[in-house]
């Protein structure tokens, strides 16, 4: 024989489950936080006005200067720079030419005025000769630039015309208040 089951019944439909509500945890902490940043730029926009007194310890604030004006004090600064300039480009000018015109004398073959003049490089060794018009005349031979005394190979005073034979052997040749050597051969 068969067992029979009771006769089913349709079982009332369920509706289904929902799903559980997401929690919005994040909500609440992201607008504190744009809050707090709408606040913030509220104070620092209100903030450039402060108590005096409160910034005892703070850097003075920086002046304004309206675009293309300049204080006296800087004017006047510039000024003195620019003449001190000019007096140094004239100095420089007039040194450049003296040296040219010793150049000049050194290749024709002579020694201008005052000055040390290294042998082989800046005058020829030979007899020069000069005549002292006023004043007094130095000369010296010598072996050395150092400046000490031994570097002196020999020297005159001279008070009127005088010859002096510049050795091959000669470092230098030293001359003060003299006219020009000439280079007599």
């Known amino acids: 024989m068969s067992e029979?089951?009771?006769?089913?019944?349709?079982?009332?439909?369920?509706?289904?489950?929902?799903?559980?509500?997401k929690q919005r945890r994040w909500l609440l902490p992201t607008l504190i936080g744009i809050g707090a940043f709408i606040l913030g730029i509220g104070a620092g926009a209100a903030g450039g006005e402060t108590d005096p007194a409160s910034d005892a310890g703070a850097e003075p604030a920086p002046t304004v200067t309206v675009p293309g004006a300049v204080p006296q004090d800087q004017l006047d600064e510039l000024e003195a720079r620019a003449a001190e300039l000019d007096a140094r480009e004239a100095d420089i000018a007039a040194r450049?030419?003296?040296?040219?015109?010793?150049?000049?004398?050194?290749?024709?073959?002579?020694?201008?005025?005052?000055?040390v003049f290294l042998v082989g490089s800046d005058i020829e060794p030979g007899e020069y000769r000069t005549?002292?018009?006023?004043?007094?005349?130095?000369?010296?031979?010598?072996?050395?630039?150092?400046g000490d005394f031994d570097d002196i190979i020999t020297n005159g005073t001279p008070t009127g015309p005088t010859v002096v034979t510049i050795e091959d052997s000669d470092y230098a040749f030293e001359t003060t208040g003299c006219?020009?050597?000439?280079?007599?051969?």
């Open 96 to 115: 450049e030419e003296a040296l040219a015109e010793q150049e000049a004398a050194v290749e024709a073959g002579t020694i201008p005025g005052d000055g």
């Open 4 to 21: 029979q089951y009771p006769p089913t019944q349709e079982q009332p439909a369920v509706p289904p489950a929902e799903p559980p509500k």
């Open 131 to 146: 005549t002292v018009e006023a004043g007094p005349c130095y000369w010296a031979r010598l072996s050395g630039t150092s």
């Open 179 to 185: 006219t020009e050597w000439t280079l007599v051969q």
